[in-house]
């Protein structure tokens, strides 16, 4: 009788849980007409065939060393034929090398077709109305309102020889060859030739005037993927100590890492002021990372706290990016509380299956569903799996967890149905309206 109730009771359970994870119908159809902002994306720009385009990303993965892709990421996911499907109108149910060679033949006429604006049509195809591209430059045919742009200020970072830090593994010394050579780029940008000798001058001569810069060209916020670098253990720095260490430096010296870490921490905080000053928000990378030296324990976001409890910096609002994809979404969760943070679930789209996105989705809903961003996190890939089916993997995975999410919290009792459509806008398009401060179309 025992075992014969262990199996009744566990098959209840199965078809509860299986219920459960059935979105509403109707809700599900509601999220998938919402035009959607996507809060984090690397799109590549449009280029002559056979040129790749770098700038996609300032710390790209693909050159690193190989690590295994997870599940979601590997190409037998059906994600990828429905999106061949959806997209370029493939007409198999299979990965036959014969088929994909007329999948790429169709990808380039539609290319052909659509010409300038075929990052355009993609956006159309993925129900995506403005995408904020996270690039070194904004790229070709990836012009505002439908991308606007987010270029990276970790290099500002570290204007000091880099050395020692770039020795720490094989992934920071290709990390910190791109951050060298875009720091020299900003400093050419502000007509600076040589580090200025004293950190004052620094942050007044070239750090402020590269912010300032880059919001003229069109930036709506800026970027940090600092945790591939370091640390997020930022602080607000000890900044008589700093002075000295950075005067100390004559340039053909490795800088000790302790006072290092102190000069690092006095720029982060000046570009966090200057950026609440420009009214431009402040992304920061949390959570899983590529490559196989990338430390998770420093993409904690709980690191951040010193930096989101300084009252010098309620003016600037910081969003920290993949929900702390891993194992620190609920950290994030908590820290939502802090008024000048929010987050998306980029990167999520991809690392998780919809079922995992949908559960962590819902906890970060049922803290403060009006901090929570909609985020796909594509970039560019493989002929047949690109950032274009990338995309709509992302997208319509986050669409239906968001679903699944809602559903579940409405089956619960915790919200009604009208408040469940009010949260979905809220993620898919209109908290990043009020966040960035866009009006509505």
Known sequence: MRTISSVVVLGVVSVSIASAQQPDPALLSAIRAIRAIDNHSHPPALSARGQKDDEFDALPCDPLEPTNPALTTRPDNPRYLAAWKALYGYRYNDADSTHLRELLAAKERVKAAQGERYPAWVLDKLGIETELANRVTPGRALASPRFRWVPFVDPLLFPLDNRGLAAYSPDRK?????????????????????????????????????????????????????????PLNFTRGDKAAADRAYSRQTGSEIPNEAEYT????????????????????????????????????????????????????????????????????????????????????????????????????????????????????????????????????????????????????????????????????????????????????
């Open 174 to 230: 290709f990390f910190f060859a791109r951050e060298d050579t875009l720091l020299r780029y900003y400093m050419r940008a502000v007509k600076v030739a040589a580090r200025p000798a004293t950190l004052d001058a620094y942050l007044s001569q070239v750090v402020t005037p590269a912010l300032e810069a880059l919001k003229r060209e069109g930036a709506v916020a800026f970027k940090y993927e600092v945790a591939y670098l370091r």
């Open 262 to 441: 102190a000069i690092q921490d006095v720029i982060f905080h000046h570009i966090a002021v200057e950026a609440g000053r420009l009214g431009l928000p402040i992304h920061i990378h949390t959570g899983y990372g590529c490559g196989g030296y990338f430390e998770l324990r420093g993409a904690d976001p709980l690191l951040l706290e010193p930096v989101l409890d300084d009252p010098s910096l309620r003016k600037t609002t910081f969003v920290l990016l993949h929900g702390g994809a891993g194992p620190y979404t609920k950290q994030i969760a908590a820290l939502l509380m802090k008024p000048n943070v929010y987050t998306d679930f980029s990167e999520q789209t991809w690392l998780l299956p919809t079922r995992e996105l949908a559960a962590s989705i819902r906890y970060l809903l049922e803290w403060y569903p009006e901090k929570v961003l909609f985020g796909t996190d594509l970039a560019p890939g493989t002929p047949t799996i690109d950032w274009e089916e990338i995309g709509w993997q992302t997208t319509t995975s986050a669409r239906d967890a968001l679903a699944i999410a809602l559903t579940g919290m409405m089956n619960d009792g915790e919200i009604t149905r009208s408040r469940a459509l009010e949260i979905a806008r809220g993620v898919m398009r209109d908290n990043a309206l009020r966040l960035y401060g866009w009006s509505r179309p």
